[in-house]
């Protein structure tokens, strides 16, 4: 039986003899496998089999990044970081036309206790992804049989795993790559299958968890495009702020889908008019967005709720009463669409209150908490200092007035 380490000492040497101009990197990795590195060699595998100009084809023709991964790395698996070995498996298997069955599946069926929980999630998050990856490039109708079974499949990863990522928060030191992954599976499935807004809340969780300068431009313009057009869609998707103050819309800025940026800006301010002002100006760019076109009724009450919403948040807490007549001015409604509206808002839980019908008014108790910009932060700021000085004023009369009757 031929001695593991020799034989992976030897694959190496033999694939840098195969392509010289990789000979460097073969050779710093014989080394630090050789002098058993463990740390500093994972480090480098990763860095090796994430370059796509080192695959190559190994000495038989086949993938040389698969050669390495079974030769060299899955011999000594048990001295590797778990979430590394997953890491290295999953940028094989994406290299590969049936990654699946060659790679990942074989690597959860053997090892899944050497694993651990972590990697198993990122193992099986990436074996989701790759699934949907593959359905994608097959052009497959989603309602065939097969396109049916892997979506089924794929539903069963998220659902059965959901619950584990809480855990993994609280004990693993590198969760942010398995949230990550898991929420790129998630989001993927969600873009296949809808709706938008569970589509919103997995990418929205997949862009928290994620160092966007790692993915490609292209990738970071249509993420944001996707994101910016659930969130105008998207069943229940109020609060704008969340995706305005992500980084993710910069890949927007300077491209033709600017105007979604501005749109979610509009509605994250309650504009109504600046939202219309913007969507008649770019008119012809949203009538090639499907689900804008398909949705265009549902949006206009959206960016009308959210003016309702502005507008109470504007106000003072103590002065959150309001006429129907100022509120069909800044939702730019007539005045007997006004009880709607207020409704609506109601029944969505944005707002808490009563509405006085025969004084035409409704007194909101509570509006429904949002992600703020500086501005609004420095209004809301303004207002606690207010509210200091309130305080302070009444404490001192109450101490002046306490002290004068212990005095009578």
Known sequence: MSDPTSTALSHLTSMSNLHPDLASQYSALSDLYSKKLWHQFTVSSLSFLSDPSTLRPDNDGASSHLAFFQQVVLPIDSKL????????????????????????????????????????????????????????????????????????????????????????????????????????????????????????????????????????????HGLAVDLSLSALTGEGVFNFGEIIASPVLQALRG?????????????????????????????????????????????????????????????????????FEDVASRVNVTIDQVEWVIMRALSLNLIKGTMDQCEQSVDVTWVMPRVLNEVQMGELAGRFGEWAVKVSRTRDYMLEHTGALLNQ
Request: one cysteine or more; charged letters at 20%; aromatic letters at 6%.
């Open 81 to 220: 970081n778990p979430l590394c070995l997953a890491r290295m498996a999953s940028l094989v298997a994406f290299g590969l036309p049936d990654g699946t069955e060659t790679v990942l599946q074989p690597l959860l069926q053997s090892k899944a206790k050497l694993l651990g929980p972590a990697a198993a999630l990122y193992l099986t998050s990436r074996l989701g992804l790759l699934h949907l990856t593959l359905l994608a490039k097959s052009s497959s109708d989603l309602s065939s049989p097969t396109a049916i079974q892997t979506l089924e499949q794929v539903a069963t990863y998220i659902e059965s795993n959901r619950s584990n990522l809480e855990e993994i928060a609280n004990t693993e030191c590198e969760a942010a790559i398995v949230h990550s992954a898991y929420y790129e599976m998630a989001m993927t499935y969600r873009k296949a299958v809808g709706p938008p807004e569970k589509y919103y809340n997995e990418a929205i969780q997949y862009v928290a968890y994620t160092n966007l300068t790692e993915l490609s431009e292209a990738t970071r």
């Open 255 to 323: 491209s033709q889908e600017e105007y979604l940026v501005k749109l979610l800006e509009c509605g994250s301010h309650g504009d109504v008019l600046g939202f219309a002002s913007i969507a008649e100006a770019h008119s012809q760019q949203i009538a090639l967005q499907p689900s804008l076109v398909s949705r265009s009724e549902a949006v206009k009450e959206k960016i009308t709720l959210l003016a309702l919403v502005n507008m109470v948040f504007e106000r003072p807490s103590l002065e959150r009463t309001l006429a």
